[in-house]
């Protein structure tokens, strides 16, 4: 059986690749993928630490509950955020981030 | 599990007591089909939406002052999920007040401009509804769900002037940041949820998301290892209080503050800066108070820096600032740092729970008050506010420009408005707690903001020597409605200022 350290180390690797991706890449396309990692990231952890911490007084259910609650939530967030996107490509013609500096002082 | 342990959970499930909440996601259904079934143009959807929530504001503020509601307060529903307080029942009513403000600045914002109106009153009213469940969660779980709901609705309002380069421009940029924070703080919340559900360590919760569960298990001590002491334990706590300070603005993470609230439209920028930043102290103050008591010697320190941080930078940044809701959204992170002082004074001195509650409700009068003149001033292009737009505007508009002084006044801490009052309880308690070198920074806070308020009130009465009338734009007067509604948020600030006897009760 993998032990619990690996599913942890992996989410901690998705979680950070993420992250770094949210700051370094200047595509907005690249920058939602990165936030939807870092979610998938929540979710891995949630149900490995789920399944690992379950004993058999503690069905440790409230991690699995939130996880469709994550899933739900991104689907909204990816829905909002796809259409903002959109409307800007449409008026811009550009979702890079470097190129959009409208809002200066 | 067994029938009868089912049944003692859904005994708790008593959806009365979330009534309010559930009425206002009701109404905002309800505007969308007045809307579909009459032609109006918006002009009896904020009318349905303003009136109906100050009936329901009457309502819980007659119920909270009359104390019928002390009966309930202090009870968990939902299995656990939901804690109603006193506090909460305060959060309730200020949020409420801040949404009714909000669809009134809206009304206005939208009057001149070829926009969707009743989807705006509808976001409105559900991201309160998301507030106000906020405020009252004692679980992760509800937690994380409703502060996805108002964010998420915050994405939308952001960017709803579709037309305008910079309205999008600033919702993509919220977008990425509040995601971003989001799932910094989930990731908190997955490391909390692990280390307490172990069952090697000492107390293992059973339902790790629930806050008394892991209050308790963070406070667990066996004699040979400390919950306290734990690396997750200590990285999850850090990681949730970062996802906090980039919703309130503080200190590294303010990065988002003047570009969001410049871009986005004036009554959006109004909810921002008020009702996300409070819920963002109120969500502080039930973590601090709540699972994370044990932690002191994590936040203290951490949350003191980032003060220091927020209040000498929200000040100084604001110095050179020539655009209004720059203006506004720096100070509003220098208020963010005041606030922060008022939380870690919380730590020692009691009261000062209350002072930062007065703090937020003098803030909130005075900010509504400053965004309605700048809406009513605004032109066509809503970022686009400079400081020369306001240039006389006492002469061309003698209400708005003594409104827009009270409100500046009150935002700087001028005597004897109220928010001279509110900073001065916040610093009496920051004394009292011996946090001198917080105390200091404030204050030289409070003198640089001075400056900035008042270049914007010079500009507000005084005439530009290079400016001819002729190239000063022509401001529409504000309706009845809106006068009473400014004249009203001024009145309070000043006897906010003089009697402070109302907040004495609950708290």
């Known amino acids: 059986m993998i032990a619990l350290e690996s599913y942890i180390l992996v989410a901690g690797l998705l979680f950070a690749i993420g992250a770094f991706g949210v700051l370094l890449r200047r595509n907005t396309l690249i920058l939602f993928m990165c936030l939807e990692l870092m979610l998938s990231a929540s979710i891995l952890g949630l149900i490995a630490f789920s399944r690992y911490n379950a004993t058999a007084e503690v069905a440790m259910m409230s991690g699995n509950l939130l996880v469709l609650f994550i899933i739900a939530i991104a689907a909204c967030e990816v829905a909002v955020g796809l259409a903002i996107i959109v409307t800007l490509w449409r008026r811009q013609q550009t979702v890079d981030v470097s190129e959009l500096t409208a809002l200066k002082n | 599990m067994d029938a009868e342990a089912l049944q003692s959970i859904v005994a708790t499930n008593q959806w009365g007591a979330i009534w309010p909440e559930i009425l206002l996601g009701c109404l905002a259904v309800v505007l969308l089909f007045v809307d579909l079934f009459t032609k109006s143009r918006g002009v009896i959807t904020v009318r349905i939406a303003i009136w109906s929530q100050v009936l329901l504001l009457v309502f819980l503020l007659g119920r909270f002052v009359f104390g019928s509601a002390s009966g309930e307060l202090g009870s968990h529903y939902f299995s656990g999920m939901i804690l109603q ?61 409703v502060l996805e709901t108002v964010t998420i609705g915050f994405y939308i309002l952001v960017a709803y002037a579709r037309h305008s380069r910079f309205s999008l421009e600033a919702g993509l940029k919220y977008l990425v940041m509040a995601a971003f924070s989001s799932a910094i703080m989930l990731f908190g919340i997955v490391l909390l949820y692990g280390v307490a559900g172990n069952p090697n360590l000492p107390m293992t919760a059973s339902m790790p998301l629930n806050f008394d569960q892991l209050a308790a298990f963070i406070a667990a001590d066996d004699g040979s290892i400390a919950n306290r002491g734990n690396l997750m334990v200590t990285v999850g706590a850090a990681l949730v209080l970062i996802g906090i300070a980039f919703k309130i603005g503080a200190v590294p993470f303010q990065i988002w503050v003047p570009d969001v609230y410049q871009g986005a439209p004036t009554p959006v920028t109004a909810f921002l800066a008020v009702a996300s930043k409070a819920a963002g102290f109120i969500v502080l103050f039930l973590l601090l108070r709540g699972p994370f008591a044990d932690l002191d010697f994590l936040w203290v320190p951490l949350l003191t820096v980032i003060a220091v941080l927020t209040l000498l930078f929200g000040n100084i940044a604001a110095l050179g600032q020539r655009n209004v809701k720059r203006i506004m959204g720096m100070s509003g992170v220098a208020h963010a740092g005041v606030l922060l002082l008022g939380v870690l004074a919380a730590q020692q001195v009691d009261w000062a729970y209350k002072a930062v509650w007065f703090y937020l409700f003098v803030y909130a009068l005075a900010s509504f008050a400053v965004f309605t003149v700048m809406a009513h001033v605004a032109p066509q292009e809503d970022s686009d506010q400079s400081l020369e737009r306001y240039d006389n505007l006492i002469r061309r508009q003698p209400l708005l420009g003594t409104i827009l002084i009270i409100g500046l006044g009150s935002l700087a801490g001028i005597p004897p408005l109220a928010g001279f009052v509110a900073k001065l309880l916040i610093f009496v308690a920051a004394f009292q707690a011996e946090l001198y070198t917080l105390l200091g920074v404030a204050l030289l806070g409070v003198v640089l903001s001075i400056y900035y308020y008042f270049a914007w009130i010079r500009a507000a009465v005084m005439k530009h020597p290079f400016v001819e009338d002729s190239e000063t734009a022509e401001i529409p007067s504000p309706t009845f409605g809106s006068k009473v509604f400014m004249i009203t948020l001024a009145a309070a600030t000043i006897v906010l200022g003089v009697y402070q006897g109302m907040f004495a009760i609950g708290g």
């Open chain 2, 85 to 145: 307080t006193a506090s909460t029942e305060w959060a309730r009513l200020f949020f409420l007040f801040a949404s009714i403000c909000v669809c009134h600045i809206g009304g206005v914002y939208l009057a001149s401009r070829k926009l969707a109106k009743v989807e705006f009153y509808h976001i409105v009213m559900i991201i309160t509804a998301g507030l106000m469940l906020l405020a009252q969660a004692n679980d992760f779980l509800l937690f994380f769900v």
